[in-house]
């Protein structure tokens, strides 16, 4: 499972190489991940990212097998409160979403639109299902969580295991709006 493979940004400026299997590729269907995907999708000539039913899909990697090819220097912040513990990390030479990181995690939550479609792992969860706007109804096709799993945290403490605890940094950026 050593495969690296390269993905980028919509006008291909910033690219990222993730190397080996995720740890989850997910949906998040959390109002904080909903509420900036939108706004995210609100600038110029950014990407759709929600699906049709509101959720943000996400390929989730161990940070020590995520490498910074090009384009660090583009890279900003989107925060949904100034004292928020999650920052989406938004390429700003065509406004494509790159990641999302937890302060002090041990993994970054990657945009899954950044894979090409035959290469994009394939959907095994849904997450906070508890969050969707009243009035939708989930597919059936994986299982579609309330809150975060047992099987979800199991493979974040099985990745940090792995990582022996390492919780390495991650590209510094400015804040998108400053």
Known sequence: MSETVTI??????????????????VECCCTSCRTVSEKIERLEGAPDILTPYGATPFVMYRKDRVTFVSGVAGLREIRISPEAKTRRVVATCCNTPMFLEFSHGHWLSIYAGLW?????????????????????????????????SFGFFKRLLGAWIAMRFRVPKVAATQPLDG
Not at 8 to 25: H, M
Not at 121 to 130: G, I, K, L, Q
């Open 8 to 25: 980028s940004c919509g006008c291909g400026q910033t690219r990222l190489a993730v190397q080996g299997a995720p740890i989850a590729s």
């Open 116 to 148: 090409p479609d035959d290469l994009r792992p394939p959907v095994e969860m849904r997450t906070m299902a508890s969050d969707v706007v009243a009035g939708v109804v989930l597919p059936d096709d994986v299982p579609n969580a309330k809150s975060q």
